[in-house]
C-alpha cells in the first residue's frame, strides 16, 4: 500500500511570489485535504477535494487554491505569499463514501516565505 | 476561538506507566474524533479513532474514552514507552471526516 507523498519536502520563496505544492494520495483513497500547520500549533483546515472540485474550505484566502487530477493526486497553489504563509503545509488522503474514515498525511512541504 | 482545546502542552511519565492525554472540545456537533501521533519531521500519523455513537475504543495499547455529556476525550497509552515520546493531537469533525478542527497538541515524553 502507497502512502500520501508530498513534493518538495522544503521551499523557500520571496514574498509576492507563488507556489506549487504537490501531492499524491495513498492508494484506494478518492479524497485530499490541505492543511497549514504553523510552528507551536495543531493543523488548520485549507480545504477539501473530491471528484476534482472543492468540497469544503476552511478560512483561508482566495490567494489559496488547489486542483484535484483524476489519479487522486493533488496541488495546492498559493499567489501573492506574505511572510505569514511560512509553515509546514500537510496534504491528507482518505475515502469518502466510507463513514468515518480517517485522514492519512504525508510528511509535509515546509514553506518558508522571506 | 479554540473549538478544540489540550490544555496540557506537555506531559512526562515513566516507562511502563500509563499516559493519559486529555482533549476538551466545545462544539457538540463534534461526531467523529481522531487521535494523531507526530514525530518531528514526519506528518502526524493515525493512532485511533472514536465517533459519538461510542465511548470507548480500544487499540492494542492505545484507548479513547468519550464523554460527550462533558465534551471531553482522553488518550490511554498502556504500557507507555521511549517510542511513544511525539507530539500528539486531537481532532474533531462534525461532518463525519470532511473538516477536521484540531487541538494545538500535547508532548508527552515517556522516560526510560
Known amino acids: 500500500e502507497t502512502g500520501v507523498t508530498q513534493s518538495p519536502t522544503h521551499l523557500i520563496k520571496t514574498r509576492g511570489q507563488q507556489v506549487t505544492l504537490r501531492c499524491s494520495s495513498q492508494s484506494g483513497h478518492n479524497t485530499v485535504s490541505w492543511y497549514q500547520q504553523a510552528l507551536g500549533q495543531g493543523p488548520q483546515f485549507i480545504f477539501q477535494y473530491y471528484r476534482e472540485e472543492e468540497n469544503g474550505r476552511g478560512n483561508f484566502p482566495p490567494r489559496f487554491s488547489g486542483l484535484q487530477f483524476p489519479n487522486y493526486s493533488s496541488e495546492l497553489n498559493v499567489n501573492a505569499l506574505e511572510l505569514d504563509d511560512s509553515a509546514l503545509y500537510l496534504c491528507a488522503s482518505s475515502r469518502t463514501g466510507t463513514r468515518g474514515s480517517p485522514l492519512h498525511f504525508g510528511n509535509g512541504t515546509r514553506l518558508t516565505v522571506t | 476561538d479554540q473549538q478544540v482545546k489540550q490544555n496540557s502542552p506537555s506531559l512526562s511519565v515513566q516507562e511502563g506507566r500509563i499516559s493519559i492525554l486529555n482533549c476538551d472540545y466545545t462544539n457538540s456537533m463534534f461526531d467523529y474524533f481522531l487521535w494523531y501521533k507526530k514525530y518531528p519531521a514526519e506528518g502526524p500519523t493515525f493512532l485511533i479513532s472514536?465517533?459519538?455513537?461510542?465511548d470507548k475504543n480500544e487499540d492494542g495499547r492505545f484507548t479513547v474514552f468519550l464523554n460527550k455529556s462533558a465534551k471531553h476525550l482522553s488518550l490511554h497509552i498502556v504500557p507507555s514507552q521511549p517510542g511513544d515520546s511525539a507530539v500528539y493531537f486531537c481532532?474533531?469533525?462534525?461532518?463525519?471526516?470532511?473538516?477536521?478542527?484540531f487541538g494545538p497538541g500535547t508532548r508527552l515524553s515517556v522516560l526510560p
Open positions: 472514536i465517533s459519538s455513537i461510542k
Open positions: 481532532a474533531a469533525s462534525a461532518d463525519y471526516g470532511q473538516n477536521f478542527v
